[in-house]
């Protein structure tokens, strides 16, 4: 059975004070219960080792696109100029293949994967979505483009260290996706580098409940960022495909927005 969400169902506003820092690192949800050790093993897979930093990687997109992409759908219907609309446009594109590919390589790699964003994130949307008009515009680019910049070390971060190809392959999509996304926030001409700069640099320290992301129920249907191949956006660069554990090498290969060209072109998300 098929299912749209709306905006209003996958996110809850409340009354948190609106911040910029960085995407969480969710505790206890995936695999296992683990302690707070980046670099520990908590799977070996036929793809390559699986660490508690890769696991919490792959969580932390998904948790990206279930919030960025409703605000993509705002920037289309909401932006004043052709710059924000265009802005938005690539965010819910990329976030929908960043998110095909986490789906993907989740069960392969034994990774249970939230339904929701964090609270925190909940609250982006919200505070972006109780603005209007040039305000609008500014409010949900600065908070894009802050949370962009934090995560971005981390992709690279992800990139140069783990030996489990899948992770590889989705840190390759995130870093081509976070790159085009800047990309496009600043061509709208409304960063202030000066504050974004800081507010990189200086997030504030939240309770770890309101930057985690929730456990889904069990027996819950998983919710799908639905593709959009009508938009006609390319956000991403060729990238491996991944390998099993008994070579560390890659073959040519592409990436792309998202390879799901059949499902109809709906706006919003769906759950199979």
Known sequence: ?????????????????????????????????????????????????????????????????????????????????????????HLVVGHAGLDELCRKIAPELGITLNNQASPQQQQFVATADAATGKEFDSTAVTIMRVTHGQIFPTIAKIRASTRNTMVRQLADLANDTVLDHITVLEKTGLVNHDQVNYQQTNPPKLPSEQVTPPVPQPGAPMVVLTPRPDLNVRTTAPTAPPTDGSTDGSTDGSGSGSADNSATGADGSTVD
């Open 1 to 89: 059975m098929r299912r749209t969400w709306s905006i209003g169902t996958i996110f809850v506003s409340g009354g948190l004070l609106m911040t910029v820092a960085a995407l969480a690192y969710p505790a206890m949800v995936g695999v296992e219960n683990t302690s707070a050790t980046p670099e520990r093993i908590i799977a070996n897979t036929q793809y390559g080792p699986l660490t508690e930093a890769d696991r919490d990687f792959v969580i932390k997109v998904r948790a990206a696109g279930l919030w960025e992409y409703p605000l993509g759908e705002m920037a289309m219907e909401r932006g004043t100029t052709p710059e924000m609309k265009e802005a938005g446009e």
